[in-house]
Nanobody
Framework: QVRLVESGGGSVHAGGSLTLACAAYGNPLTSYVTAWFRQAPGKEREGVAAIDVDGVSGYADSVKGRFAVSRDTAKNILYLTMNNLTPDDTAMYHC??????????????????????WGEGTQVTVSS
């Protein structure tokens, strides 16, 4: 059992940066594969970044080279640093955790709010 609470969303201009945080309560994040997903109206939910229990990360092609996922094990916080943002990055960003053992790349396609731990999300809006 783990509760996930996101923060750090906001409104930025294209080319700007934001860092999102996901605080976990009840269990250490290192017990789970953890990930960031985004959902925008009219678009499919997209897994953008994940980190497995061994600390190996994986990214969607759409964000590779611009986003970085990391975790602070002492504070039990998962981060997503987003650089060179574009309007296509506008979405509600959710963090997720799952006790199933899998590589980060797999987590991007199989974690789901119906079966994984899922935060309520933080909104990111990028204007032109």
């Amino acid at each position: 059992q783990v509760r996930l609470v996101e923060s750090g969303g906001g409104s930025v201009h294209a080319g700007g940066s934001l860092t999102l945080a996901c605080a976990a309560y009840g269990n250490p994040l290192t017990s789970y594969v953890t990930a960031w997903f985004r959902q925008a109206p009219g678009k499919e939910r997209e897994g953008v970044a994940a980190i497995d229990v061994d600390g190996v990360s994986g990214y969607a092609d759409s964000v590779k080279g611009r986003f970085a996922v990391s975790r602070d094990t002492a504070k039990n916080i998962l981060y997503l640093t987003m650089n060179n943002l574009t309007p296509d990055d506008t979405a509600m960003y959710h963090c997720a955790a799952d006790s199933r053992r899998m590589p980060a790349a797999k987590a991007l396609s199989v974690l789901h709010p119906a079966i994984s731990y899922w935060g309520e999300g933080t909104q990111v809006t990028v204007s032109s």
